[in-house]
């Protein structure tokens, strides 16, 4: 733990001017970012008594070993520069305002020469243009669905459109006219186009003008006695009404808006948004997040509409689209709020900048807007409430098991990062490593890492204690090679740092814990790589699967945890979490290779043209389905090769009796355990109980 006084700045140094903050630990790593207007009244609160400042500040503060600052020259630009800083940096220390799931959206891709529409789940990109969020996916494909009769636009991948271009022939929604079938020429680009922009118009909220203008040719082709299109129009009126039933007015005047409101508590704080387009509620999202300091509710929103507004419009530069309906969609012309921070003009331009025109930031006092965002204040409360009955205990359950290890393994500070490897290869083929990274007790999946076992290549054999060490030595090479490469690494980048870049090396810093899967020989292998490299701020243990034994090398007997430990069942998750990884890689794998045998020895086919095979279709069933002249259309592939590949793959199906549309059986995980190592050992061996070769995972 650090005293926050051996990196105060001295005094008079820090100015006064607004400007953003980045607190950085001893490896270099930005843990903290923040913005202040007085830079030098933010950060001295920070050097005050750490007895005054809230658990999770003091916690910041102590854990820090730098602070640095950059002077901006207006408060819009310290905003924008602190978003830009906590998307690039992820410090641990800033409340991340991240969806509980992933909220799909309808997504219509109107930076392709033939526009679609498709459910869609992620960042935000140029040229596409996003109508939602929705709560199922199911009620996108039903709105799609009802639309589609009205506005036939296409709704097929990029692969199902390229085989029926090939074929000259639509698919079974362009029989039915749901679609238009641009596929086959049946319409222009140019009229296809404007069908979907009339669907973006219908979703946007422009639907009183549609209604009329169907009803009115409705009317014309009745008094023309054309009974079969009146009939036609009649159901598409129909299709439009049922589809605006879905969805229900809130607000009578049309209002765009967003009405967010946040309930909490000393711990954790519940955030709801409302999404109401055109006056009806389009979408609804929802966060429990974790309370970072003692924050006003003022600056708790700050926070949040900068990250959600920034990502909602995080739109890829590469693309050269007119971003306004993307924009216009994302950012509405009026969000409403609980509190109005002291920045709120600052933060009422940066909106207007990310729309396009003018949004406004306020408080609803009275009237139809202050009843719906007490209806949000209510779904907020209830979802905190819910969350407390879902997880409680588990924020103290996670502080508890950091604190167990700590105790338990006789470590100098709790292990705030914990990371793990686990091997796994069928009968010592295809090995492989998986490496995952717990922090704060959560998995930190962006730093998750996988390996391909290079010694064991052609071997025939796995050794899994020579595996773990070969992957411990890979993995501590880079963090040596790095502090090696720069000892006099300047304050502003420090080891963590890459100087060039000024991003994070996210392996540049070690771990406090490496947990290795297995036992007694597995944890030794481990610590004498650490030992070989002159690592020695890392603790090494290793769990053993039989008796879940906890190995740390030089003692001779494991520590055994409680059954009911926190500390067990963390260590638990992070091994359960390594074999997943693993397994789903070492599965890949093992699937490319077996597609590329069977098209091994074919004439003028070499191993780029069978990992071009490979990468376009995705497996050997789906090759075994492709036809002669979808095989040719591989970028390398001529047509004689294709002839080749065809007349391989029907010589495999004739001489292993295989039927060219079914699937190789799944491998089944269940796992019988045996022990075969000296008793006391802590080693163990897992045998797949399977119709497969044995796929193991050493421990």
């Excluded at 003008?209 to 169907?214: A, D, H």
């Excluded at 990250?307 to 993307?326: C, K, M, R, W």
Aim: charged share 30%; net charge negative.
């Amino acid at each position: 733990m650090a005293d926050p006084t051996t990196y105060r700045p001295a005094a008079g140094t820090i100015p006064t001017d607004p400007g953003v903050y980045k607190f950085r630990d001893q490896h270099g790593r930005v843990i903290y970012v923040g913005k202040a207007k007085n830079l030098r009244s933010r950060l001295t609160s920070y050097f005050a008594d750490i007895a005054g400042l809230h658990p999770r500040t003091r916690q910041m503060v102590t854990t820090a070993a730098q602070v640095e600052w950059t002077v901006v020259g207006t408060e819009v630009e310290a905003l924008q520069l602190e978003y830009n800083w906590i998307k690039e940096f992820d410090p641990r220390f800033n409340v991340r305002y991240r969806d509980d799931k992933t909220y799909p959206v309808l997504a219509v891709t109107l930076n392709e020469e033939y526009p679609r529409l498709f459910v869609y789940r992620g960042p935000r990109r140029r040229g596409v243009r996003y109508f939602g969020p929705y709560s199922h996916a199911w009620a996108i494909r039903e709105t799609v669905d009802l639309l589609t009769r009205v506005f036939p636009a296409r709704t097929c991948s990029a692969g199902v459109f390229k085989r029926h271009r090939q074929i000259d022939r639509p698919c079974l929604l362009g029989y039915i006219d749901k679609c238009s079938a641009p596929c086959v020429g049946r319409v222009s680009a140019e009229r296809h186009r404007e069908i979907v922009e009339d669907f973006c118009d219908f979703l946007a909220g422009r639907t009183d003008q549609m209604i009329r203008n169907l009803e009115r040719e409705m009317t014309q082709a009745a008094e023309e006695l054309d009974f079969e299109r009146a009939a036609r129009l009649r159901d598409d009126v129909g299709a439009m009404r049922r589809a605006m039933e879905k969805q229900a007015v809130v607000l009578g005047d049309g209002t765009d808006a967003d009405v967010v409101a946040m309930v909490g508590d000393e711990l954790e704080v519940a955030v709801q948004v409302f999404h109401v387009r055109d006056g009806r509620v389009r979408g609804q999202r929802g966060w429990v997040v974790e309370r970072s300091d003692d924050r006003s509710i003022g600056e708790q929103v700050t926070a949040f509409v900068t990250q959600f507004y920034g990502t909602e419009v995080d739109l890829d530069a590469s693309v050269e689209i007119d971003p306004n309906h993307v924009r216009s969609e994302s950012v509405p012309r009026e969000v409403l709020v609980p509190e109005l921070p002291d920045d709120h003009e600052d933060l009422q331009q940066w909106l207007s900048e990310l729309r396009g025109s003018r949004v406004t930031l306020r408080v609803p006092q009275r009237g139809d807007k202050k009843a719906l965002f007490d209806t949000v204040a209510r779904n907020a409360s209830e979802a905190l409430a819910q969350h407390k009955l879902r997880r409680a205990g588990d924020l103290t359950s996670r502080s508890a098991a950091l604190t167990e290890l700590q105790e338990s393994l006789g470590l100098d500070q709790a292990p705030l990062r914990i990371e793990c490897i686990d091997i796994s290869h069928v009968q010592g083929t295809d090995v492989v490593a998986s490496l995952v990274v717990f922090e704060d007790g959560l998995p930190r999946k962006s730093d998750y890492r996988h390996y391909s076992i290079r010694y064991a290549a052609g071997q025939g054999r796995s050794d899994d204690v020579a595996s773990i060490a070969e992957v411990t030595r890979r993995r501590f090479m880079r963090h040596s090679a790095d502090r090696a490469a720069d000892p006099e690494a300047q304050p502003e980048s420090g080891p963590g740092v890459d100087p060039k870049t000024g991003r994070p090396r996210r392996f540049a810093y070690p771990p406090n814990l490496f947990v290795v899967d297995g036992g007694a020989p597995q944890a030794h292998a481990a610590a004498a790589v650490l030992d070989e490299l002159g690592v020695t701020d890392v603790a090494v243990i290793g769990l053993a699967k039989r008796l879940e034994e906890v190995w740390i090398p030089g003692d001779d007997e494991p520590v055994i945890l409680p059954r009911t430990s926190e500390a067990l069942f963390l260590l638990q998750r992070v091994r359960d979490e390594a074999h997943r990884f693993a397994i789903t890689f070492h599965r890949s794998k093992r699937s490319k290779r077996m597609t590329e045998s069977v098209l091994d020895g074919v004439p003028g086919l070499g191993r780029t043209r069978r990992s071009a095979l490979v990468t376009h279709f995705g497996s050997v069933a789906r090759l075994r389905e492709a036809s002669l002249e979808d095989i040719s259309q591989v970028p390398g592939i001529g047509l004689a090769t294709a002839r080749a590949v065809r007349a391989a793959l029907s010589e495999d199906d004739r001489t292993t009796d295989r039927p060219r549309t079914t699937e190789a059986p799944a491998t089944r995980d269940t796992h019988a355990t045996a022990a075969t190592t000296p008793a006391g050992s802590g080693a163990t061996t897992s045998t797949a109980i399977t119709d497969r070769p044995e796929e193991h995972t050493g421990d």
